[in-house]
């Protein structure tokens, strides 16, 4: 089975529990993909859901390159932007292109000068 047949199951397979909320019960599935095509460049890049928040709000996700750990320390840097960008997610409901220029991803792309916004779709 393909990343992308992997990812349309399981968005499937929560849809069909009916017990998910719109968008947060789906994040799981996103980063799955994301990480699954993320181990394939150089320096790999890691999705984290839920970014806390760095002076633009809350970000859905973002995504960090293998580069940026902190290998031996004993913590990791503390409000680290994510290198290649931030990820807003919104209900398959709602457009993107309609979400992409929305004041909350305005603030998103003036922080990490990257955004993925994404409707699942």
Known sequence: MT???SYIKELRDVHHYGAGVKEPS????????????GATL????QCVSILA?????NPDGGLFDKTQ???GAAEP??????SRGAVEVKSTKDEAWVTA???????YWERYRQVLVTNYR
Do not use: F, I, M
């Open 3 to 5: 990343l992308l047949e």
């Open 26 to 37: 789906y994040y799981p599935c996103l980063v799955n993909l994301l990480n699954g095509a």
């Open 42 to 45: 150089k320096p790999k890049v």
């Open 53 to 57: 928040n760095t002076g633009a709000g």
């Open 69 to 71: 750990t902190q290998k």
């Open 77 to 82: 840097s503390q409000g680290q932007l994510p």
């Open 101 to 107: 220029g929305a004041d909350q991803v305005t603030r």
